[in-house]
Nanobody
Framework: QAHLVESGGGLVQAGGSLRLSCTSS????????MGWYRQAPGKQRDLVAF???????RYVESVKGRSTISQDRAKNTFDLQMNSLKIEDTAVYFC?????????WGQGTQVTVSS
């Protein structure tokens, strides 16, 4: 059972933008450390960016400066805005929540960047 639901993936040309969104009816995101992760074919799942419960955001070097994570407390959503997309950004993107009882995952959303 997926506690988190991601949306917003798709096919985009290099240089384009996408906004991924994560929501949940089971948990409240402001109570959790939230993260976006991605997994390319044949590779491990890696962290992209995270936001602490205090609202502090951090990004991995490969997306820094062209990605922004944000949280809407009223809607209980956690978004990842990605700009200037590169072919190497192609992956399944997962939302992850650390709420004190193990990390919860969504089912993932595919992002494919074409040349």
């Amino acid at each position: 059972q997926a506690h988190l639901v991601e949306s917003g993936g798709g096919l985009v040309q290099a240089g384009g933008s996408l906004r991924l969104s994560c929501t949940s009816s089971a948990i409240t995101f402001t109570h959790c450390k939230m993260g976006w992760y991605r997994q390319a074919p044949g590779k491990q799942r890696d962290l992209v960016a995270f936001m602490t419960k205090d609202g502090v955001s951090r990004y991995v070097e490969s997306v820094k400066g062209r990605s922004t994570i944000s949280q809407d407390r009223a809607k209980n959503t956690f978004d990842l805005q990605m700009n200037s997309l590169k072919i190497e950004d192609t992956a399944v993107y997962f939302c992850g929540a650390d709420c004190g009882f193990g990390r919860l995952w969504g089912q993932g959303t595919q992002v494919t960047v074409s040349s």
